[in-house]
C-alpha cells in the first residue's frame, strides 16, 4: 500500500527550535516526489481552547507557514493546508462521535494533563473535550498510513485507531485506513529549554525561535543555564543539565572537540562565556539560512497564502472522497 503521511500542528505561536528538532527536520527528510504528505495548520483544533481569542490563532497560521517554508518544506512535495477550511472534517468528526463514549474522552491522558495545565476545572469546553475525535477525522480523512508525531499524542493515534476499526466493524466495509504513529527515536525526546528547566515551550518562555534576530539569538545563548556552582573559571563545573553541552551535543558536528571541552570543563579552567560563544557561533551558523528564507517568503504574504490555498484545495477533494466513501458505507446518500 502507498505510503501517506500526516502530521499537523496547532497554531498558536510562531515555531521554535524545539519544533525544528523534534519534527520539522525529520518532516523536510521525508518530503519525496511520488508520495502522498501533508501538513495540516490545525486552526480548528487551536481554537478549542482559545475560543475568546482567535486573532492569536489567525495570525500564527501565516507565522507557522512561514517556519515551514523557511525550514524547507516544499510546498511542491508536501501539501501544506488549513485545517478548518476542509468542512469534510467537520462532518466526519460529528459521525465519529457517535462511536466514542465520554467515559472513552475521559481516559485520555494528555488532554487530562491539558485539562490540569490550563485549568479548566469543571468548565471544559464540549470541542476541547472531543478533539481527538476530531484529530481522528484528521488522519483518516486522507488515508493516513504514517503519522509522525510526539510520545504526547500517542493516545490521538490510539483513540484514531479504535474509531477505524469500530467503523469498518460496524459498517463491515475497509473503509477508513488503519494509522499507525511514527514516533521520534527514544533517545531524541524533546528539546530542552535555553533555562533547564522544562522542554522548550512558548507558555515556559524559554525557546529560540525560528524568527530570532542574530542579536536575540545571541543574547538567549549568553543566559543559558548552565552549572551554577561553577563560578569561577577554575570550579570545576558539571555537564549533565548544563544546557550549552545539551546543545553541543546536538548542534556541533565535532564531537571529538566536544568531548575535550567536557573533559576540560569538568576539571576546571574553561569559562562559561567562551563555552557560550562557541555555541552562538554554531547556532547562528544554522539558523541564518532559514532566518533569511523567511524574511524572504514574508515579503509576499499573498504568495503565503496561494500555496496555502492550493494545498486546501487538494486536501479537500481528497477528504471528500473519505466523506462519501463513509456516508456510502453507513447507507446515508440518499440521493445517489
Ligand atoms: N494535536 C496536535 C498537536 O497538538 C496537532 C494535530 C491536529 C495533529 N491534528 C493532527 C497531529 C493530526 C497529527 C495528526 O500538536
Do not use: C, W
Request: aromatic share 6%; proline share 5%.
Amino acid at each position: 500500500m502507498k505510503k501517506v503521511i500526516l502530521t499537523g500542528d496547532r497554531p498558536t505561536g510562531k515555531l521554535h527550535l524545539g519544533h525544528y528538532v523534534g519534527s520539522l527536520q525529520n518532516r523536510v527528510m521525508l518530503q519525496k516526489e511520488n508520495q502522498d504528505m501533508y501538513i495540516m495548520i490545525a486552526d480548528q483544533q487551536a481554537l478549542t481552547d482559545n475560543a475568546d481569542n482567535p486573532k492569536k490563532i489567525i495570525e500564527s497560521v501565516t507565522e507557522v507557514a512561514l517556519d515551514y517554508l523557511a525550514v524547507g518544506i516544499d510546498p511542491n512535495k508536501t501539501n501544506i493546508f488549513i485545517q478548518s477550511q476542509i468542512p469534510q472534517l467537520a462532518e466526519l468528526t460529528a459521525y465519529y462521535l457517535n462511536l466514542v463514549t465520554v467515559a472513552r474522552l475521559h481516559r485520555n491522558p494528555t488532554v487530562k494533563q491539558e485539562i490540569k495545565d490550563k485549568n479548566f476545572n469543571e468548565s471544559i469546553p464540549a470541542g476541547f473535550f472531543t478533539y481527538p475525535v476530531s484529530q481522528a477525522a484528521d488522519i483518516t480523512a486522507f488515508g493516513a498510513t504514517h503519522v509522525p508525531v510526539g510520545e504526547d499524542q500517542k493516545p490521538m493515534i490510539e483513540q484514531t485507531r479504535e474509531i477505524v476499526r469500530d467503523f469498518n466493524r460496524i459498517y463491515n466495509k475497509e473503509v477508513l485506513v488503519l494509522p499507525e504513529a511514527v514516533l521520534p527515536p527514544q533517545n531524541q525526546g524533546r528539546l530542552v529549554g535555553i533555562d533547564g528547566q522544562g522542554k522548550m515551550s512558548k507558555s515556559l518562555n524559554n525557546g529560540i525561535y525560528l524568527s530570532d534576530t542574530p542579536e536575540i539569538i545571541k543574547q538567549k545563548i549568553m543566559k543559558m543555564y548552565t552549572d551554577p556552582n561553577h563560578i569561577r573559571v577554575e570550579d570545576p563545573g558539571k555537564v549533565e543539565g548544563n544546557v550549552v553541552f545539551t546543545y553541543l551535543d546536538i548542534f556541533d558536528p565535532n564531537k571529538e572537540e566536544v568531548n575535550l571541552l567536557k573533559e576540560q570543563y569538568q576539571k576546571g579552567g574553561l569559562g562559561d562565556v567562551k563555552l557560550k560563544l562557541r555555541l552562538n557561533e554554531i547556532m547562528q551558523e544554522m539558523l541564518e539560512p532559514i532566518r533569511l528564507r523567511r524574511e524572504e517568503f514574508a515579503k509576499d504574504k499573498a504568495e503565503i497564502y496561494n500555496i496555502l490555498k492550493q494545498g486546501s484545495l487538494k486536501a479537500e477533494e481528497r477528504a471528500q472522497k473519505t466523506l462519501d466513501d463513509v456516508k456510502d458505507a453507513m447507507g446515508i446518500n440518499y440521493f445517489k
